[in-house]
DNA sequence: ATCCGGCCGG
DNA sequence: CCGGCCGGAT
């Protein structure tokens, strides 16, 4: 769709460069094999996501680069000692996080034989401590599922893309969402779709003052 | 002082 | 379907 060409458009010329986009995630994974290579990405995504839901990317990306230099893998996290695991967390909060983490870890490792899960929201084979919106986002980045995501940027930029008319109880809202998110999703490339909604959600489509003018939905909008 | 946020437990 | 988790931003 239009919608669909116009995010990929905006989002290939203004993301942010981040630690987790970069080809050092990449450049490690990319001389192994194709399943080591996505699994790599998605250690990476995974962690990157959970960061992210409690606090700001400019605090993140150095908690991120530390960490994945402690531990780069998922064998690494799992084999970590949790009061490290916690020490390397000092700062973010929620602390319960971070033992959902190491526990995560030991799961994929021990039960998941290390291989992350390429299904999304299918989530009683995630690990606990990764719901909807994780499986969803490390699904559609890493594996190209073709799923959509719902956080609190794409919350926003869909309700003022479709200017909810009816009101809708939380419930309905919640499913409504998550239904045009997938929508957007159905294409080629799923996590620049998703990327680019949560981008444009942080920088564009901001809770004040949106900068519809440099909007590439503003006319669909 | 108040709000914000994915996930979980109740 | 609501409230708690924790720190940061406002």
């Known amino acids: 769709s239009a919608i669909q060409h116009a995010l990929i458009q905006w989002y290939h010329q203004h993301q942010r460069v981040l630690p987790w986009r970069q080809p050092s995630v990449r450049r490690s994974a990319e001389s192994m094999t194709h399943g080591q290579d996505s699994n790599t990405m998605a250690y990476a995504v995974w962690i990157s996501e959970v960061m992210c839901q409690q606090t700001q990317i400019s605090v993140v990306t150095d908690y ?128 620049q779709i998703n990327q680019a909604m949560m981008e444009l959600g942080a920088l564009i489509c901001t809770p004040k003052s949106p900068q519809c003018h440099a909007c590439p939905l503003a006319e669909h909008c």
């Open 64 to 191: 991120f680069e530390r960490w994945i230099a402690k531990w780069p893998t998922v064998q690494a996290l799992a084999a970590a000692q949790l009061s490290d695991v916690h020490q390397a967390w000092a700062g973010l909060g929620y602390y319960s996080r971070a033992t959902r983490l190491h526990e995560a870890a030991q799961y994929i490792v021990n039960q998941l034989d290390g291989s992350f899960p390429t299904v999304a929201r299918l989530i009683f084979c995630w690990p606990p401590g990764v719901g909807p919106y994780t499986a969803s986002a490390v699904a559609s980045i890493v594996f190209a599922k073709r799923v959509g995501v719902v956080d609190g940027n794409v919350n926003r930029v869909l309700s003022r893309l479709g200017g909810i008319a009816v009101p809708l109880t939380q419930d309905a809202a919640k499913k409504w969402m998550w239904r045009q998110a997938d929508t957007l999703a159905d294409h080629a490339a799923p996590g």
